[in-house]
C-alpha cells in the first residue's frame, strides 16, 4: 500500500523555469517531511525537510510548501537549471517510535532542457 | 558516500542462491536501513535496525533477513534469490532515528537470473 503518492512521475522543463512536484499522504502520524535528490548512478541525497508545524519552508532555490488539512505537500524549484535534473523523491516519517523509517514517493524525473 | 559503504556495487547471481550485501559506516550512527528501489515504486524499506542485534521488518521483508553484530556493519541477506529481487538495493544511516534524515551509500545493483 503506497501511503505517499508523488506526481508527476515525469517532468520536463526549461532553463529558468519553476519545477513543482507534489506529494499528498494518507498517515496523519506523520509529521516530517523530507525530499531527496537522486542523480544517476548514485544514493538518494537530503535536499529539504519541513514539519508540519509550517506551511512552508525555503533553501536558495528550493521551496516546500505544506498543506495540512489536505495532506498534500509540495516542492517549488525556482529558476531551475540543467544539474537540477535528476529524480527527486518525497517522503514521510512517523513520529513517535517510528525508529526514523521513511515511506517514499514513487519518484519524479526531472529533465532541465538548457 | 562519505562514510557508508555498500558492497558489492554490481552482482549477477542465479536463482535459489543465497546472496549477502554489505553495508558498512564509520559514522557510529545508531540507526540503519535497507530499501529496494524499483520503477514505479520509489524505495521501499526492507529491514531497519535500531541497534547492534536490534533489528525488525519493514515494508516489503519476505524472503529477506538481516544481521547486525557490530555497530558498523548490517548485512542483507536474500536466502534464495528470486527473479523478483532483481532490484538496486540501498542502505542508509540515521545518527537519530528521527526527523533527522538519512545518509545512503550508492547501492548495489542485484540481477537474478
Known amino acids: 500500500q503506497q501511503q505517499v503518492k508523488q506526481s508527476p512521475q515525469s517532468l520536463i522543463v526549461q532553463k529558468g523555469g519553476i519545477s513543482i512536484i507534489n506529494c499528498a499522504y494518507e498517515n496523519t502520524a506523520f509529521d516530517y517531511f523530507p525530499w531527496y535528490q537522486q542523480f544517476p548512478g548514485k544514493g538518494p541525497a537530503l535536499l529539504i525537510a519541513?514539519?508540519?508545524?509550517?506551511s512552508e519552508k525555503k533553501e536558495g532555490r528550493f521551496t516546500i510548501s505544506f498543506n495540512k488539512s489536505a495532506k498534500q505537500f509540495s516542492l517549488h524549484i525556482m529558476d531551475s537549471q540543467p544539474g537540477d535534473s535528476a529524480t527527486y523523491f518525497c517522503?514521510?516519517?512517523?513520529?513517535?517510535?517510528?525508529?526514523?523509517?521513511?515511506?517514499f514517493g514513487q519518484g519524479t524525473i526531472l529533465t532541465v532542457h538548457p | 558516500d562519505a562514510g557508508i559503504t555498500q558492497s558489492p556495487r554490481h552482482k549477477v547471481t542465479e536463482t535459489g542462491t543465497p546472496v549477502t550485501l554489505r553495508c558498512h559506516q564509520t559514522e557510529n550512527h545508531r540507526y540503519m536501513y535497507w530499501y529496494r528501489q524499483d520503477p514505479g515504486h520509489g524505495l521501499r524499506l526492507i529491514h531497519y535496525s535500531y541497534g547492534v542485534k536490534d533489528t525488525d521488518k519493514g515494508e516489503v521483508s519476505d524472503g529477506y533477513s538481516v544481521s547486525r553484530s557490530k555497530t558498523e556493519d548490517f548485512l542483507l541477506t536474500l536466502e534464495s534469490a528470486t527473479s523478483s529481487q532483481t532490484s538496486v538495493y540501498f542502505c542508509?544511516?540515521?545518527?537519530?532515528?528521527?526527523?533527522?534524515?538519512?545518509?545512503f551509500g550508492s547501492g548495489t545493483r542485484l540481477t537474478v537470473v
Open positions: 519541513i514539519r508540519p508545524d509550517v
Open positions: 542508509a544511516i540515521s545518527a537519530s532515528g528521527a526527523g533527522a534524515g538519512y545518509t
Open positions: 517522503a514521510a516519517e512517523a513520529g513517535g517510535t517510528s525508529y526514523g523509517k521513511l515511506t
